[in-house]
């Protein structure tokens, strides 16, 4: 039986309550089987309960690693051992793992095959340590994580006190043996302090220690085992970091580049000032920026599609400070030509920002569309424009929060 099927078979074994605000306000949850959170409404959900005062279980988020259909982590054993001491969740990295991370305090995310047990109360949104997360970085490390995540529910669940036990037969002859030397009344306590000093089975005692000492050698391999991972993971960042530092550096060696060739390419006096009109002389300057940027062999394959300059665009150039012009002209050039730039993001202007959002579109039938001009802050400058088929208008250039088209 593959797992799917086991989370199908631990799903009928009790009804499955919707988790949503009348649970929440209510504090109350019954035990829950190992449920799958994928559709935007459940994520909302599942981080509204995680993050709810009033939950007083124990919730365990296990990650579907990506391109996986199923947990490296054994959801139905967790299920069958843990009984109803904790709430068990299945969500698959990616969109829906991302979600979840927006919703949560930094560093409680979950995803990549992971699992993460989620304490009650809110201390462990101050102190990601209190919900450790228990890395599976393939199917071979899933028991591991799996014991893990057993160790963390019953660390958090309360130890029941053994009853005392009546002495053995073995005790009580050994307690009854009189002392030398001792009084009678000392002799009963004598009896009373033997029956407490001799173990009543020492092969059990014996068994006892030698399983304190393979979990103190199993606790060991795991500590060492984190700290090799943590220490790759590290040296890891290490290198992404001095890699994004020489990208940057690089980069900006480029702009340079490109800045003190456009000043060698054109004489001083073209490209501006040329036309008393500003929507003609915008035009010039991008059929001028298509004539140096599109090479002569491929200018019949790329020419410029037909535009017009809406009345809003001109004056938010004006407006919008701090944003190269020369940068808008190519921008223009490379919507025109349907030229890709890395990093430019083009996509349609949606109506909100849902997942499944509608593109804005005009009365006429255009789509307004949305392409970046800079990145990296709010302020980032974004270009708007109309297109119905080939035709272009060019709407707006505004900053990256500003949605109106």
């Known amino acids: 039986m593959n797992q799917a099927q086991q989370l199908a078979d631990c799903a009928q074994e009790v009804q499955r309550p919707r988790i949503g605000p009348d649970a929440l306000a209510a504090g109350e949850r019954v035990r829950v089987q190992p449920q799958l959170v994928s559709s935007p409404q459940a994520v909302e959900l ?3 309960w995680l993050l709810a005062p009033a939950r007083s279980k124990p919730v365990i988020v ?12 054994d959801a139905p054993r967790l299920a069958a051992e843990i009984g109803d001491q904790a709430e068990i969740y299945l969500i698959p990295t990616g969109k829906a793992s991302w979600a979840l991370a927006d919703r949560l305090p930094a560093r409680t995310e979950v995803y990549g095959g992971a699992g993460r047990l989620y304490p009650v109360g809110t201390d462990w949104m101050s102190d990601p340590c209190r919900a450790p997360l228990r890395f599976a970085w393939a199917a071979t490390g899933g028991p591991r994580a799996t014991d893990a995540l057993l160790d963390d529910v019953l ?7 053994p009853e005392k036990t009546q ?12 002392r030398p030397g001792l009084a009678d009344s000392d002799q009963a306590a004598a009896s009373t302090d033997a029956v407490h000093q001799i173990p009543t089975d020492p092969a059990a005692e014996l068994s006892k220690l030698q399983l304190l000492r393979r979990e103190k050698d199993r606790l060991g391999t795991r500590l060492e085992e984190t700290e090799t991972a943590l220490t790759a993971v590290e040296a890891d960042r290490d290198r992404q970091r001095e890699r994004c530092v020489k990208v940057d550096q690089r980069r900006r060696e480029l702009e340079k580049e490109l800045k003190a060739a456009r000043a060698r390419s054109v004489p001083d006096g073209l490209d501006e000032d040329a036309f008393c009109d500003p929507g003609e002389q915008f035009c010039h300057e991008v059929y001028l920026a298509w004539a140096r940027r599109i090479p002569k ?21 004006k407006v919008i400070e701090g944003m190269d012009r020369a940068k808008v002209v190519d921008v223009v050039v490379e919507v025109l030509t349907g030229f890709r730039s890395p990093g430019r993001d083009l996509h349609p202007l949606r109506m909100d920002s849902g997942g499944n959002s509608r593109a804005v579109v005009r009365a006429d039938g255009a789509v307004c569309w949305r392409v970046a001009l800079q990145k990296g802050s709010p302020a980032a400058r974004r270009l708007h424009f109309w297109r119905s088929g080939q035709a272009v208008e060019l709407s707006r250039v505004v900053v990256h929060d500003d949605m109106t088209p």
Request: glycine share 4%; net charge negative.
């Open 297 to 317: 062999s491929e200018k019949a394959a790329r020419p410029l599609a037909p535009y017009v300059i809406g009345p809003d665009f001109l004056p938010s150039l």
């Open 62 to 73: 296990i990650s579907i690693a990506s391109g996986h259909d199923e947990a490296w982590i």
């Open 46 to 48: 599942l981080a509204e």
């Open 155 to 161: 660390t958090l669940a309360p130890v029941d006190r």
């Open 167 to 178: 002495p053995s037969s073995q005790a009580q002859v050994a307690a009854s043996v009189a």
